[in-house]
């Protein structure tokens, strides 16, 4: 996903569960960023697990140090499996915003 000003959001991924199959991201506004702004642990199905982790070690080590793009149309199994924690991630966001605005205005 393109922002403003050229900026591509990227996810790294920190930590990998085998046992529950487990991908957890960190979310960066930019390849420069050392902080990351979001993070959310994806549970991937079977399918989408074992390819992830036949991938080479090469492609596995790029993604945790320079990061993998979130696309709006993801191309790779990378890309997709970042997507969709990013969207997760968006989408608890959302949630949790609307749990304080009723806690406000009760």
């Known amino acids: 996903m393109n922002r403003e000003g050229g900026d591509r ?3 790294r991924w920190l930590q990998i569960r085998v046992g529950d199959r487990v991908v ?3 979310f960066y506004k930019s390849s420069e960023d050392t902080e ?6 994806k549970n991937y199905d079977e399918n989408t697990f074992k390819e992830f982790m036949s991938l080479t070690f090469s492609e596995l080590y790029e993604a ?3 990061g993998v793009e979130i696309k709006d149309l ?3 199994l990378l890309e997709k499996m970042a997507k ?3 969207d997760e991630y968006l989408e608890a966001k959302k949630i ?4 304080k605005r009723k806690v406000i205005e009760v």
């Open 64 to 66: 945790k140090v320079k």
């Open 9 to 11: 959001l990227l996810a």
């Open 36 to 41: 990351p702004f979001g993070s959310r642990g």
């Open 24 to 26: 957890v991201w960190q």
């Open 84 to 86: 969709s924690a990013y």
């Open 96 to 99: 949790e915003e609307e749990r």
């Open 74 to 76: 993801p191309e790779t």
